[in-house]
């Protein structure tokens, strides 16, 4: 027994347990391609509606990676590579879901907190401003579906929380601008 604890003391100097980050990194760039390749191949299939609904699932998904990868980029203090994949994430976005969104607020949320962090003022001050014209979106269009819906109070839970989000965005520029 105390040989095999020395042996696999032995190993793990020798072959260190890989970095967590590392491995989501690697895992989900492994998913871009795939998605990526996927897209590919059901743009040059068919033009059926079930096809488009297929290809704009497959885009979303890559939007979530690429949101995830900028995770990974941010918590590693990558912070130009971070905005590249926001950036990323936030085209694919933009592509295929509307403009009220809150997803589209959330890229542009993290691609302003990626310039505040490389003391990139004033491109952070922009993207915040877009992600609190896109707070300003998402607000008026859950403020519009009160009215019209069934799931008023599920509604409401949300109007309050973009106002929430909206408050902390026009504070986020405010302590900028000062």
């Known amino acids: 027994d105390d040989e095999k604890k020395n042996n696999n003391k032995e190993d793990e ?3 260190p347990p890989e970095d967590p980050l590392e491995v989501a990194w690697n895992m989900l760039e492994c998913c871009r391609v ?3 390749r996927a897209i590919e191949s059901n743009s040059t ?3 059926s509606s079930s096809s488009s609904d297929s290809k704009a699932s497959l885009q979303l998904k890559l939007s979530d990676v690429y949101m995830k990868l900028g995770d ?3 918590e590693e203090s990558n ?3 971070a905005v590249e994949d926001y950036e990323k994430c936030l085209h694919v976005r ?3 879901l509307p403009a009220h ?3 589209i607020a959330a890229a542009l949320t993290m691609i302003a907190q990626s310039h505040l962090y490389n003391s990139n003022m004033k491109d952070a001050l922009k993207y915040y401003q877009l992600a609190s014209d896109a707070c300003e979106n998402c607000l008026a269009s859950a403020k519009a579906s009160i009215a019209t819906t069934k799931d008023a109070p599920e509604i409401e839970r949300l109007h309050q929380e973009l106002k ?3 408050k902390n965005q026009k504070l986020k520029l405010e302590k900028l601008l000062i």
């Open 94 to 96: 933009q592509q295929i």
């Open 79 to 81: 912070f130009q590579t």
């Open 72 to 74: 990974i980029s941010l």
């Open 164 to 166: 929430d989000l909206l």
């Open 13 to 15: 100097i020798q072959n």
């Open 34 to 36: 795939n998605l990526t």
């Open 45 to 47: 299939s068919s033009s």
């Open 101 to 103: 969104d809150r997803k």
